[in-house]
């Protein structure tokens, strides 16, 4: 019998070529630069490895580019051809993708979900619900999907990917505000293999969310395997470069851009919306970002059609209003008009919240601020739905914030900030902005005390 690393029936011309897919697997776990090569070295050993063709029609989704999707149902098709001769654990797998080939992000969740139930060892379905469930802003099933399974990782360290299953159950925990755990399974993780750049991440993530920046460089700059990651590198210079934008260092940011975060060859939305975010999160300090928008608002246009994930579109959002409020609007009237679907994923949520985020983000470039904060405030509890983390989603609570002073929605703007330092007591931009406030206001004693805890909070 063929088997895989953790001992799981597999459906494959050779024992050589199972293990050929495993080294594929654990190459996209670690974010690996050589995953392509892998994968080509897998179907040189066997063209018609059923696991295969679904991971590569997962990759192809993944991608988010709407080109793409027929790739993935080709390689459906292929995978299909052989289903009827392989294991109910791969047939499970090709049950996911057909629905990720008809965009039921929800779907492919009930049947990984089911993957995992009978199959607890199978890495691959926990890493794709790791991915669906962070695209669908499901952070509960993002951490409690690892934990159904970890009853057969328990004490299983002679795996060779029990590292990255501790790395995916820390990122639950995070997502899930569960720092101090998160933090010591991410550092635990990243110490098993020093090449998992989920790991890595994970403890960013936790800085990040606990306003702890010189830890969070500190971790980020100790770490050496950027050269070996794929252009996953590319978000942990996001990041880097969100955290010296918290503690002020703008020229810092925009060196770190142009040298490690910007790439002119790359169309990956992953990478874009990497640098979106950072360049409105330097104009909403008012830094002046030169010329670097043009070359997001081309991309950005090139894409307008892609509509697979409403966390991408809201970026995009923010590029076409900067570049061309023409486009911006007709982008924002095309998601209203895209599909009444309800099983396809990006339809259900542009329903619920992706139009009107897209619709407030576009007036704020507009400076229409009154008009961003009354499509954007009903909907703001409604954003996780896009997918992205906490971290990444942050930027549309902090644009709502600036309409608000924008705007000059005084008790708004106080109210978003009170909330927000008591969230994040040690986030000294929210403490300075509260302050400005309540100054505005002419409150201030109250200012007075925001600023007793400004100080303390500026050195994080
Ligand atoms: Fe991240």
Redesign the pocket.
Known sequence: MIVDQTGLQVSAASQEAAEAFDRTLVAYLRFGNDIGDLLKTTYSLDSEMLLANVLRGYFMHMMGMRALVPKAQQALMAAQRVASAATPREQLHVKALESWCSLDLAGASAALEECIREYPTDVLAVKMLHYTHFYTGDAVNLRNSVGRVWHAWEGREDLPTYGYMLSMRAFGLEETGDYGKAESLGRAAASLNEADAWAV?TV??VC?MEDRRQDGLSWLESKGGYDNWNNFRY??A??KAVMLFEVGRHDDVLALYDDGLFDPKSDEYLDLTNDISILARLELEGVDVGDRWAAMGERAKGRVDDKLLAFVDAHFALALGEVDAGAAEDYVTSIDGYSDSEDDTYAHVAQIVGHDLCAALVAYKAKDFEACIDMLEPVRDHVKLIGG?N??RDLFAQILIDAAVQAEKWTLARSLLSERTTLKPKNARAWRQLIMVLKTMGDDAAAELASLKADVTSMN
């Open positions: 991440h960013a993530h990040e978000h942990l996001w990041h983390s971290a990444q």
